[in-house]
């Protein structure tokens, strides 16, 4: 039998208009095998956590430019463990300072990949970090 | 001699290639040489003498031997105070010109006490939810002899209305004020993505603040048509020309069908250009740019007024450019990216700082950046000659090739009929996520090159110092708002507030109605959330 494709959910919280990470991400995940839904700009966290449950989503991948990620990354980790959906493996990109890259990844958020980063690096993550939801 | 077939057959044929492909920074490929044969067109049509048609040697008659550039660093962030020091610090130290960056809620018109703010007020820019938020930003700043722009697209109405505000207050009617707004919703939709209404109800709005500022405000700048975000989505240097020219002609056109003559506000725009990496495209970008506009303005639009052909621009060095490592080589970078800028004949000029891939700039860093511009000015002798690299065989087929890339891109915008409907199938959009995908396809092959990134790494960063911004001034923004939102006499406010719907569905001109709500101090947020109830929101489609 066929091993389910992962989902990968690539979500765009907060105000800000920087897509073309998330899309090139969006794009290259979809190429690396893996289902991926974008949710396109300007999600709140509820949004986030609501489609990451109804779309039964494996993963989410969360970028951020706008320097609010230590608002919005908790603030998703911890909408989608109201909604029993915990395990869901969360990681994220954008202009994220180490510092607060230490501390999100207490917070549960399994890896934040910075400028820099290249597709491959980050479908070859997903690829080794990420097991579909039973 | 000069016969180039010749020459590539035999001389070069017998000389070592190295084994790369010589193509620009967007992949636009080069012949290893140009001789008068790939030069094409007179003197006279082509190019012209600077200060005449079709300008592409330069708009001004003198260029930089009358007058420099405007230096004009985009400033913004925490509190209006913190933005007014910085920029006090700016006007100190020799700049001439404001700008100011505004944080994501006032840019998409929420104030900082709305829950989509949370975490956002003054991150990216100076917060700005009242007109006292706007007073204390120009605070001691003469706002009739310093000029200010501001980056703001899809609340400019509400950002202007309350500079002019504040210049009446401090006794300066609006016919002395100088200055530039962005707004131009129009790349929002292809690129920015920063927007609260559809776009034909944003572009109603700019219409607006065009027809307003020609009778109004004649000294301002009511639109900034916007390369800049467009390339720094990802899209070519070809394209930036192509989607922007076509924005301008959208523009243009929506003010003709107002009913405002041509030649009374096709001078009042202006336009703002990226400066990539790629030298000689972003000198031949320029050059090219200028006598498309201007042959567009005297055949498509039939302008008489020579100054409604003169494209004047600001321009900025490519922030997508700047790496996260090694970032003290982001100086280099920004040097040469805005050496290209001054001999492409730009009219004003941000630099950007060595830190911005990291946070926003530190004083120190903000510092370099200007200086880089003053010893482009004051040190390397190339403003003593006018478009010094006017009749280069490479730079002018460059040029050539660019226009002729460009147009077919707008004829079939045209053919689509027009740039609302383009956007409205995602045209553009899709044309820059393909470029944005096929250069970082190109990065990780090693194709292309980004020094310090996949070439010349080094395994441990030296950390430089950024700029922090208080977690706390989100707090204090907050209260000041609610303060004001307490205060006030708000049934003025709901009078006013009125006014600007009743505006929005009659089709009267918007921005009297929103100068009135402003001056009995409704918000940002109030004002663009009428454009929500009257106009609809527009969500991103999400096309990857």
Redesign the interface.
């Known amino acids: 039998m066929a091993e389910k494709r992962l989902r990968i959910l690539v979500a765009k919280p907060?105000?800000?208009?920087?897509?073309?990470g998330a899309?090139?991400i969006?794009?290259?995940l979809?190429d690396g095998g893996f289902e991926?839904i974008?949710?396109?700009?300007?999600q709140?966290p509820e949004m986030i956590a609501e489609a990451a449950v109804q779309e039964d989503a494996d993963a989410v991948g969360l970028s951020v430019l706008?320097?609010?990620h230590?608002?919005?990354f908790p603030e998703v980790m911890r909408l989608l463990k109201e909604r029993g959906a915990g395990e869901v493996a969360v990681f994220g990109g954008g202009?994220i300072?180490d510092d607060d890259a230490v501390k999100l990844k207490e917070l549960g958020v399994r890896q934040i990949f910075?400028?820099?980063a290249?597709?491959?690096d980050i479908v070859k993550w997903v690829r080794e970090n990420v097991a579909a939801r039973t | 001699m000069g016969n180039k077939k010749h020459w590539l057959e035999t001389t070069y044929k017998q000389a070592s290639e190295r084994p790369v492909r010589f193509s620009t920074v967007s992949d636009m490929e080069l012949d290893a040489l140009y001789t008068p044969d790939d030069v094409t067109g007179s003197y006279d049509d082509a190019l012209g003498n600077p200060g005449e048609f079709p300008y592409t040697r330069g708009v001004y008659g003198s260029m930089y031997r009358g007058r420099l550039w405007t230096m004009r660093q985009f400033a913004g962030f925490g509190l209006a105070e913190d933005t007014n020091a910085r920029f006090h610090f700016l006007l100190g130290q020799g700049q001439d010109g404001l700008s100011t960056a505004f944080d994501?809620?006032t840019?998409?018109g929420?104030d900082a006490d709305h829950e989509?703010?949370?975490?956002?007020v003054g991150?990216?820019g100076v917060s700005v939810s009242t007109v006292y938020d706007m007073a204390t930003l120009f605070d001691r700043i003469p706002l009739d002899r310093v000029t200010t722009s501001m980056t703001v697209n899809c609340s400019a109405s509400i950002l202007l209305a309350m500079y002019l505000v504040v210049a009446e207050r401090n006794g300066i009617s609006w016919e002395r004020i100088g200055g530039t707004i962005q707004n131009d919703m129009l790349k929002?939709y292809i690129a920015?993505?920063?927007w609260i209404c559809p776009p034909r109800p944003a572009l109603r709005i700019v219409t607006d603040m065009i027809e307003f500022c020609a009778r109004r405000v004649p000294r301002w700048h009511a639109v900034s048509i916007s390369g800049y975000h467009i390339r720094?989505?990802?899209s070519t240097a070809v394209q930036e020309l192509a989607f922007t020219i076509a924005d301008g002609i959208c523009y243009v056109e929506e003010a003709i069908k107002r009913g405002v003559a041509v030649d009374d506000f096709a001078q009042r725009l202006s336009f703002f250009w990226n400066l990539h990496n790629d030298f000689l495209e972003e000198v031949a970008k320029l050059r090219a740019a200028r006598r498309m506009w201007a042959r567009i303005m005297k055949d498509r639009f039939g302008a008489k007024n020579p100054k409604s052909m003169m494209l004047r621009t600001h321009a900025q060095t490519a922030g997508?450019s700047l790496?996260?490592?090694q970032p003290i080589n982001n100086v280099v970078r920004v040097a040469i990216q805005a050496l290209a800028g001054v001999l492409g004949g730009i009219q004003s000029l941000h630099t950007n700082s060595m830190d911005e891939?990291?946070?926003l700039p530190t004083e120190q860093a903000v510092m370099v950046a200007l200086r880089t511009q003053q010893v482009i000015a004051e040190e390397t002798g190339v403003t003593n000659t006018i478009d010094p690299f006017g009749g280069s065989y490479a730079v002018e087929a460059l040029t050539d090739r660019m226009e002729r890339e460009a147009n077919e891109y707008i004829r079939r915008i045209d053919e689509m009929g027009g740039m609302v409907k383009a956007i409205e199938t995602g045209y553009p959009q899709r044309e820059i996520?393909e470029a944005?995908?096929h250069f970082?396809r190109q990065?990780?092959q090693g194709i292309k090159i980004v020094v310090g990134?996949n070439k010349y790494s080094i395994p441990e960063e030296i950390p430089i110092a950024?700029l922090k911004?208080d977690p706390e001034i989100e707090e204090r923004q907050i209260q000041r708002v609610r303060k004001v939102k307490r205060e006030r006499n708000s049934v003025a406010v709901k009078e006013a507030l009125a006014r600007v719907s009743e505006a929005c569905r009659s089709g009267e001109n918007l921005m009297e109605p929103i100068c009135e709500a402003v001056r009995r101090d409704a918000t940002v947020g109030e004002v663009s959330d009428i454009f929500r109830a009257e106009f609809g929101v527009y969500?991103?489609?999400?096309?990857?």
């Not at chain 1, 974008?38 to 300007?42: R, V």
């Not at chain 2, 989509?116 to 956002?120: F, I, P, S, T, Y």
């Not at chain 2, 969500?539 to 990857?544: E, L, R």
């Open positions: 907060g105000l800000d208009g920087h897509d073309r899309k090139i969006a794009r290259a979809r991926v974008y949710t396109g700009l300007h709140t706008s320097g609010a230590m608002t919005l202009i300072p910075t400028p820099g290249s597709t491959e | 994501m809620p840019l998409m929420y989509r703010a949370l975490g956002e991150r990216e929002e920015q993505k920063e720094e989505a990802g997508a790496t996260a490592q891939t990291l946070a996520a944005a995908f970082q990065l990780e990134v950024t911004i969500t991103d489609p999400g096309w990857i």
